[in-house]
């Protein structure tokens, strides 16, 4: 070896107390622990020629630090999934933050493999990462703020009714007009009452309304100018009244329906909404001196003195429909045949999480009342995507058939759509009115009445018999919204418990119906 040279390898026994310190050993500096002489300029530093000793935790370190990666993107898995349960408006924000999830995830798996073999070669350099925990901050901090964002928006807006709502609720809410919007004044406790349904009962002059285990009537309002005011108040203070015409306790009835031969059917839910739903037949029961003719029907209701007729409980028959909420007789003139539509909320079934498709109407052949059967099984379905198609919450709250149409509401949607059963096509929707106090979604009972301007409202019970009745209604569905009627839409509200009568407009050609000032949003 050359005299000018001395070869330096690495010094792997550690120093010693009596070392100097600034002579300690050293990777990357010169050896100073030789004497100074005139040969240290020509000294040259050689890196060591053995591997860096790695330990075990070192590799265990490197995995922890993988999974804190993993879970930081999990994280913000967790918020996008968050934003997405808040509405369509967070789906674009949703899927990017979903997709930077996946990309760190990726970043952090490429840079674990890296630095896995550099520790596995040794190397002593290379293992500083200065871009990766900036993009993930910035990452984790806008997901925060995003959130915090929405979150904050979706309260302000469900306490004050809800953003649009409470806007045309200060301007737009269903008022009392003399004229088209009446509010029926109910002596009642609305802790105690719920309106469940509608149904007008002509031929008594009853409005009936199933409530809890108990179905009522108020009488219908006559609105006769000519009437002394003593006439008017007497009036006034029984359509006030509420008759209670049935009471079963442990029922809660949600719907009730006539058929033209006088057949009374209500549906009441089981507690448990995963059970079947009840059918119930009732009849009247026959007041002394009552007989079948209208005239003296008429005149016995009218009389606040007498008291009110009574409902008796027929029979009893389980239905599969859970959770029913409606009901309505209908009337198909292709088969000539008579069935009960019941409406259900099918949102407890657990292969139904979609609240678009909770809304279910099953076609029931009507019971013979001889018949022994306990349980009714459904002809069939009607298509529910067709029914419910572009409603975020199709959950149905009443039906009628009128005129030809089966008429569906949909509370939650707060909207009333008419549907043609012969040919599957939906005529006309209406929105329904909004409501003081935010209860817009309350709407469960509806019913459309026809009033002649020459003659007394039509109503199904005034035919005669059976074969009469039907013919008369689909006369008068050929009619096509004859020009010299009216028509009302008395409408229910559930909670708080208010029953309106409105008069509503209808296009003569398309049959839209349109609602007066008083009640439109």
Same mark, same amino acid.
């Given at each position: 070896?050359?005299?000018?040279?001395?070869?330096?390898?690495?010094?792997?026994?550690?120093?010693?107390?009596?070392?100097?310190?600034?002579?300690?050993?050293?990777?990357?500096?010169?050896?100073?622990?030789?004497?100074?002489?005139?040969?240290?300029?020509?000294?040259?530093?050689?890196?060591?020629?053995?591997?860096?000793?790695?330990?075990?935790?070192?590799?265990?370190?490197?995995?922890?630090?993988?999974?804190?990666?993993?879970?930081?993107?999990?994280?913000?898995?967790?918020?996008?999934?968050?934003?997405?349960?808040?509405?369509?408006?967070?789906?674009?924000?949703?899927?990017?933050?979903?997709?930077?999830?996946?990309?760190?995830?990726?970043?952090?798996?490429?840079?674990?493999?890296?630095?896995?073999?550099?520790?596995?070669?040794?190397?002593?350099?290379?293992?500083?990462?200065?871009?990766?925990?900036?993009?993930?901050?910035?990452?984790?901090?806008?997901?925060?703020?995003?959130?915090?964002?929405?979150?904050?928006?979706?309260?302000?807006?469900?306490?004050?009714?809800?953003?649009?709502?409470?806007?045309?609720?200060?301007?737009?809410?269903?008022?009392?007009?003399?004229?088209?919007?009446?509010?029926?004044?109910?002596?009642?406790?609305?802790?105690?009452?719920?309106?469940?349904?509608?149904?007008?009962?002509?031929?008594?002059?009853?409005?009936?309304?199933?409530?809890?285990?108990?179905?009522?009537?108020?009488?219908?309002?006559?609105?006769?100018? /000519?009437?002394?005011?003593?006439?008017?108040?007497?009036?006034?203070?029984?359509?006030?009244?509420?008759?209670?015409?049935?009471?079963?306790?442990?029922?809660?009835?949600?719907?009730?329906?006539?058929?033209?031969?006088?057949?009374?059917?209500?549906?009441?839910?089981?507690?448990?909404?995963?059970?079947?739903?009840?059918?119930?037949?009732?009849?009247?029961?026959?007041?002394?001196?009552?007989?079948?003719?209208?005239?003296?029907?008429?005149?016995?209701?009218?009389?606040?003195?007498?008291?009110?007729?009574?409902?008796?409980?027929?029979?009893?028959?389980?239905?599969?429909?859970?959770?029913?909420?409606?009901?309505?007789?209908?009337?198909?003139?292709?088969?000539?045949?008579?069935?009960?539509?019941?409406?259900?909320?099918?949102?407890?079934?657990?292969?139904?999480?979609?609240?678009?498709?909770?809304?279910?109407?099953?076609?029931?052949?009507?019971?013979?009342?001889?018949?022994?059967?306990?349980?009714?099984?459904?002809?069939?379905?009607?298509?529910?995507?067709?029914?419910?198609?572009?409603?975020?919450?199709?959950?149905?709250?009443?039906?009628?058939?009128?005129?030809?149409?089966?008429?569906?509401?949909?509370?939650?949607?707060?909207?009333?759509?008419?549907?043609?059963?012969?040919?599957?096509?939906?005529?006309?929707?209406?929105?329904?009115?909004?409501?003081?106090?935010?209860?817009?979604?309350?709407?469960?009972?509806?019913?459309?009445?026809?009033?002649?301007?020459?003659?007394?409202?039509?109503?199904?019970?005034?035919?005669?018999? /059976?074969?009469?009745?039907?013919?008369?209604?689909?006369?008068? /569905?050929?009619?096509?919204?004859?020009?010299?009627?009216?028509?009302?839409?008395?409408?229910?509200?559930?909670?708080?418990?208010?029953?309106?009568?409105?008069?509503?407009?209808?296009?003569?050609?398309?049959?839209?119906?349109?609602?007066?000032?008083?009640?439109?949003?």
């Amino acid at each position: 070896m050359d005299k000018t040279e001395t070869t330096m390898v690495m010094n792997t026994t550690p120093p010693t107390d009596n070392d100097n310190i600034t002579n300690r050993w050293s990777l990357f500096r010169k050896d100073r622990s030789s004497s100074s002489n005139n040969n240290n300029k020509s000294k040259k530093m050689i890196m060591a020629k053995q591997r860096v000793r790695v330990e075990p935790k070192t590799f265990f370190a490197n995995e922890r630090t993988f999974i804190q990666w993993v879970s930081a993107a999990l994280f913000l898995v967790t918020i996008a999934i968050l934003l997405l349960e808040m509405g369509a408006a967070s789906m674009t924000v949703s899927i990017v933050m979903v997709a930077f999830s996946a990309v760190i995830i990726m970043y952090s798996m490429a840079v674990y493999y890296r630095r896995l073999q550099l520790l596995s070669s040794g190397e002593a350099y290379g293992y500083i990462d200065h871009v990766g925990p900036i993009v993930l901050a910035l990452s984790v901090l806008v997901g925060v703020f995003i959130l915090f964002f929405h979150l904050q928006s979706t309260t302000s807006s469900s306490t004050t009714t809800s953003g649009a709502e409470i806007q045309q609720s200060n301007t737009a809410v269903l008022v009392e007009s003399s004229k088209q919007c009446y509010r029926h004044s109910l002596d009642i406790n609305p802790m105690d009452f719920q309106a469940s349904d509608l149904f007008l009962d002509d031929a008594r002059g009853f409005m009936l309304i199933p409530t809890g285990s108990e179905i009522t009537a108020i009488r219908k309002h006559n609105n006769n100018n /000519q009437k002394s005011n003593e006439e008017a108040e007497a009036e006034a203070a029984a359509e006030k009244s509420v008759m209670v015409l049935a009471n079963v306790p442990g029922s809660d009835f949600e719907a009730i329906t006539y058929t033209p031969n006088g057949r009374i059917f209500a549906i009441r839910e089981m507690k448990n909404s995963n059970s079947d739903s009840q059918l119930l037949e009732f009849d009247w029961n026959k007041i002394e001196g009552e007989d079948d003719d209208d005239n003296e029907l008429q005149s016995s209701s009218s009389s606040s003195s007498s008291s009110p007729p009574q409902l008796e409980l027929k029979q009893t028959w389980t239905i599969q429909s859970k959770g029913a909420e409606g009901i309505a007789w209908v009337h198909d003139k292709k088969t000539d045949r008579e069935y009960l539509y019941i409406a259900s909320d099918d949102s407890n079934n657990a292969a139904n999480d979609s609240k678009s498709d909770r809304g279910e109407i099953q076609v029931y052949n009507i019971p013979y009342r001889s018949s022994n059967e306990k349980k009714l099984n459904p002809e069939r379905s009607l298509n529910r995507k067709l029914i419910n198609f572009g409603l975020e919450d199709s959950k149905i709250g009443s039906l009628q058939f009128f005129e030809g149409l089966l008429y569906v509401l949909h509370d939650n949607a707060r909207v009333v759509r008419a549907w043609d059963i012969s040919t599957g096509i939906k005529k006309f929707e209406f929105e329904l009115p909004l409501v003081d106090g935010g209860y817009n979604k309350q709407w469960e009972g509806i019913a459309l009445e026809r009033h002649n301007k020459s003659d007394q409202s039509r109503s199904l019970l005034r035919q005669g018999q /059976q074969q009469q009745q039907r013919r008369a209604v689909e006369q008068q /569905q050929d009619n096509n919204y004859p020009s010299d009627s009216s028509l009302v839409l008395h409408l229910a509200l559930d909670t708080p418990a208010q029953i309106w009568s409105i008069a509503v407009s209808q296009d003569e050609s398309s049959g839209q119906i349109a609602l007066p000032p008083c009640a439109s949003s």
